[in-house]
């Protein structure tokens, strides 16, 4: 396979998935994950290392504490809950990270110019794409766009789950044999919880109801 790819590899239910899928296009070679000084970041970080080794893919983490200095959210601040009755603007809001993928991206895409990558793998969907713009294809294809002007290798983005909604892309990691034991999807931390998804964060909620709705439920007990 001569395309290589750099994945931006949170650990969640979409980056997992779509490095599985990635496979078909590209062959990995780099994961990156960002610590911006969330709640569950040591966690992110170890599940990110895990998938990384099962890959055999090169694995960096890059350290951005300035975020948390520009964001006022539930993310980085102890203070402010994660539980969410519904899911909707107001959580979106509580959850917001300014122009986080738009930097994560654009950091990826130093790594493909210096490094002759030619995609950058995003967990972008369908679902979240209604609340945050920033998962979007329109967001996306603006991005590819950019990277013509500021990079000299123009990498595209390469997003296997933004026509799908979450159930859709858990169904499609069954047929991809996806190790969902892998999976660290929570916005909490498990030092805070006691385990590896809490169940009442946006992450939880929206991963909770993806599984039901893709009838898959067995995968409640591996993952709750």
Not at 92 to 100: C, G, Q, Y
Not at 176 to 189: A, E, M, P, T
Request: hydrophobic residues 40%; glycine residues 4%.
């Amino acid at each position: 396979m001569n395309k290589k790819g750099v994945i931006l590899l949170s650990s969640g239910l979409d980056s997992l998935v779509s490095l599985y899928m990635a496979q078909k296009e590209c062959d990995v070679v780099l994961a990156l994950t960002f610590n911006y000084g969330q709640k569950a970041a040591l966690d992110e970080i170890d599940a990110a290392k895990k998938i990384a080794a099962k890959f055999n893919i090169e694995h960096k983490i890059i350290e951005l504490p300035f975020l948390k200095e520009v964001s006022n959210n539930a993310l980085t601040d102890s203070s402010k809950t994660l539980e969410f009755e519904e899911l909707g603007i107001d959580s979106m809001k509580a959850v917001w990270v300014p122009n986080r993928n738009g930097l994560f991206l654009n950091i990826a895409a130093m790594y493909c110019d210096s490094f002759n990558i030619d995609y950058i793998i995003f967990g972008a969907n369908k679902e979240e794409a209604e609340t945050f713009s920033d998962n979007s294809i329109q967001f996306n294809n603006i991005a590819d766009e950019f990277f013509k002007l500021s990079t000299l290798k123009k990498p595209k983005i390469l997003a296997p789950c933004a026509n799908l909604e979450k159930y859709e892309i858990v169904q499609e990691g069954v047929n991809l044999n996806v190790d969902f034991s892998l999976l660290k999807s929570c916005y909490n931390s498990i030092k805070k919880t006691g385990k590896s998804h809490c169940g009442v964060c946006e992450s939880c909620k929206r991963l909770h109801s993806a599984i039901v709705k893709s009838n898959n439920k067995n995968l409640l007990n591996i993952i709750f």
